[in-house]
């Protein structure tokens, strides 16, 4: 990953050149659910992974049976019902992931257009992690830039506002339900 650059300096009349070190062909891959349950604060939970260094070794994304397995510790966490929401990605929509969510009577899911990530409140999350803990940095190895994106991602986990935001940036309503008087 090339180390997003947010500011620089340099003499005046003198163009700033970044030195980084060779491309690495090491690959990181984030899975991310921004959550809410009426009444309850709102979570985001996740899943780095780190790919095999070696083309040979596998695929370089989650698979459908991981993007599983998060959709069921999540509906564990939550302990309710999931909404989901997802943009167009090929694994989001493979046969036996759709085969998976069509068997569970607690997961629903709702496919964004083809490039809307406006309306992605993950992609809010992505956006503030690049700004924040990954700007400005040059990691020396691939587990730098893991401790980094997770100490980033705890920083946000436990900041609902932030996480709330991204909601609500996204077009999502957050409503609480009104209490019954008596």
Known sequence: ?????????????????????????????????????????????????????????????????????????????????MALIWDSLNVHKDRRMRAFIDTQDWLTAYHLPSYAPDLNPVEGIWSILRRTTQANTAFTDPSHLMRRLRHGLRQIQYRRHIIDGCLTGAGLTLRTPQLQTQ
């Open 1 to 81: 990953m090339t180390p997003p650059t947010s500011r620089t300096w340099s003499r005046r009349g003198s163009t700033p050149v970044i030195r980084v070190r060779g491309r690495s062909q090491r690959r990181f891959s984030i899975a991310a659910l921004c959550c809410y349950k009426p009444g309850e604060r709102s979570r985001l939970i996740y899943r780095p992974k780190q790919h095999p260094h070696h083309k040979a070794q596998g695929r370089k994304s989650f698979a459908w049976t991981e993007y599983r397995d998060l959709l069921i510790a999540a509906h564990q966490q939550l302990g309710a019902p």
